[in-house]
């Protein structure tokens, strides 16, 4: 039944209801039902039942993330706040970055929204915001979630992730939000930084500039950036986290299998990795 719902909620959400209710001597009735797009969005992002595997599951997270996308984006299209005030988008935030601290599914969701929006809308903007959300919460809160409520971090890091290996262009643009989170204490989220940096440096790599291109201030300043984020993976093999210095290695290896090590640290870094078997945690 909730598929039969979301899928007509999500292609009503793209029509152009600014033509549709111009007229109608009611012009509010448009953010009325933007308002009820977004609120029924998240009704069904937080209920973790309906988001459950399957054909039918599917179809739902699909129809789910579409409309997320498109009401996001036409709520975008009409912030047009003074300096200083908050966006309409500002008040959706929160409550979407709740919804992947408590959920996996609700996580993959949202990264699924970021894409469409980018890529059918044309509109990176709900990635980013989303990123920034999330990077501008202190480190000091998520070492106190570390302790209480680990999966939450978790889920946190895994958005992260996903934003880096399928919105690269997005992540690039976010990273100097994203990469202080490294002397927070929270493993599960530095062991996430640690995984961004490598996808970062495989997607730069193995795509000439494109990568670098969407950095704020071009490629120059990504390339210069580049054995700055290779030193931090070195020394994150010596992270005071076993998790954190196993996810390293992963990244290294990843780095490896994708021909992305720069030659003249060949020799450093199989030293290095020689030294970690003598890691007993």
């Not at 933007?34 to 998240?42: C, G, R």
């Not at 889920?155 to 262009?169: C, G, M, T, Y």
């Not at 291109?213 to 290779?230: N, R």
């Not at 196993?246 to 030293?271: D, F, R």
């Amino acid at each position: 039944a909730l598929e039969k719902i979301l899928r007509p909620l999500s292609c009503s959400a793209g029509l152009d209801l600014l033509t549709l209710y111009s007229t109608s001597g009611c012009p509010d009735v448009r953010d009325q039902l933007l308002n009820k797009f977004s609120a029924s969005a998240l009704l069904v992002l937080n209920c973790n039942n309906a988001l459950a595997t399957g054909p039918s599951g599917s179809s739902i997270k699909e129809s789910l993330a579409r409309l997320i996308a498109v009401s996001s984006h036409k709520i975008m299209q009409d912030d047009c706040p003074v300096e200083g005030a908050e966006s309409k988008l500002d008040s959706l935030l929160p409550a979407f970055v709740d919804a992947i601290n408590k959920s996996e599914a609700a996580s993959t969701i949202l990264v699924d929204a970021s894409i469409y929006a980018s890529q059918a809308l044309s509109n990176s903007k709900l990635g980013k915001e989303l990123v920034n959300e999330l990077a501008k919460v202190d480190p000091r809160d998520y070492r106190v979630q570390q302790q209480s409520d680990s999966q939450g971090v978790k889920n946190v890091a895994s958005f992260l992730i996903d934003v880096a290996e399928r919105l690269p262009h997005v992540m690039t643009s976010c990273l100097s939000v994203v990469v202080p989170h490294l002397g927070g204490e929270a493993y599960s989220l530095r062991s996430g930084v640690v995984t961004i940096i490598s996808r970062i440096l495989v997607q730069h790599s193995s795509s000439g500039s494109s990568a670098a291109s969407h950095a704020p201030t071009g490629s120059e300043t990504f390339l210069k950036s580049k054995q700055h984020f290779l030193k931090i993976l070195v020394e994150r093999i010596f992270d005071k986290s076993s998790f954190t210095r196993s996810k390293t290695l992963q990244s290294w290896a990843y780095l490896c299998q994708h021909k992305a090590i720069p030659i003249g640290y060949w020799n450093y870094i199989a030293e290095i990795a020689i030294g970690r078997l003598e890691d007993k945690t």
